[in-house]
Nanobody, 121 residues
């Protein structure tokens, strides 16, 4: 099992910054991808950013240039630096990890419990 523990959510005015962090607990699963998704009330969960183990990152168009994702493989930690926050960034942010047993092709998806980010005008 992989448990993802999130921190860093909160309230911030538009134009401000927040930093989210997520750490995966001890596991025998090799984590290939880590990232963040977000979900507003009555909406589907959507991609914010992901980063592969080699550092290659993907971003949603809406956050490109404002958010930066980074990863510490040794500590199984992923962080999301969110700058120039906008009202539309308000959502519950979920840490995400994908991986599997070494030498096996099947991949498992893991999710954190979510942390609230609220951006005010």
């Amino acid at each position: 099992q992989v448990q993802l523990v999130e921190s860093g959510g909160g309230l911030m005015e538009a134009g401000g910054s927040l930093r989210l962090s997520c750490t995966a607990g001890r596991t025998d699963i090799f984590i290939n991808t880590m990232g963040w998704f977000r979900q507003s009330p009555d909406k589907q969960r959507t991609l914010v950013a992901t980063v592969f183990r080699n550092g290659v990152a993907n971003y949603a168009d809406s956050v490109t240039g404002r958010f930066t994702i980074s990863r510490d493989n040794a500590n199984n930690t992923v962080s999301l630096q969110m700058n120039n926050l906008e009202l539309e960034d308000t959502a519950v942010y979920y840490c995400y990890a994908r991986g599997g047993f070494p030498g096996r092709s099947y991949q498992y998806d893991y999710w954190g419990q979510g942390t609230q980010v609220t951006v005010s005008s």
